[in-house]
């Protein structure tokens, strides 16, 4: 090449760098942005991305299922008669009258409702009934009597609201004193308590 080529070629390259820095805004330096690399592993292979763990739902606990402490049970109390107002007759009365093995017997019954005015529960009622006959003329005779007791043990007890009903059978010998008679209409009974067990 030339002496007067190669002046030419430098003073072409000059012009050339020159008007390279007049367009990059007066001589200010520009800093390239960073590459950003491509995660390869070991072997050179681009590694694959691992996608981002999406949240879970967490699941709300519940709460235990609370126990109802028992009530205690009251212990029963003895009594010769109920609690004031926490009985009330329903209905008494006789159911049959027969005869048998030479004794007069009398069914009678009485009806009792456990009204709740004291909140008591009964465990036992024990009863005495008496039987009595009328003559056809009117005259009221004591035949005889006889004692029931009625448990509930084995129940929840006669509680408040419930009616129950006990039965006795009084015999008597057939000595006149109810003229023989078996007419259920002429026959009547009262009943008292003798012992009440309650709590």
Known sequence: MTR???RFLTG????AA?????GCGGGQRVT???VQETPTDADGE??????????????????APTET??????????????PNGSLSLVSEGVQSVRRGNDYTYVDCYVALENTGVADVTFVTIELRF????????????HVGAGYATESFDEE???TPGETRTITCRVSFPPDGRANNSYDRSQYSTEFAYRRVLYR
């Open 69 to 82: 402490a028992a009530t205690p049970t009251r212990t029963p109390m003895p009594a010769p008669v109920p």
């Open 4 to 6: 007067s080529r190669r």
């Open 12 to 15: 072409v390259a000059g012009v």
């Open 156 to 158: 929840d007890g006669f």
């Open 32 to 34: 390239p942005a960073p």
């Open 18 to 22: 020159a008007a390279v820095s007049a």
């Open 130 to 141: 008496d039987v009595y006959f009328t003559t056809i003329g009117g005259e009221r005779r």
């Open 46 to 63: 681009t590694a694959p991305r691992t996608a981002s763990a999406t949240p879970t739902d967490t699941a709300t606990p519940t709460d």
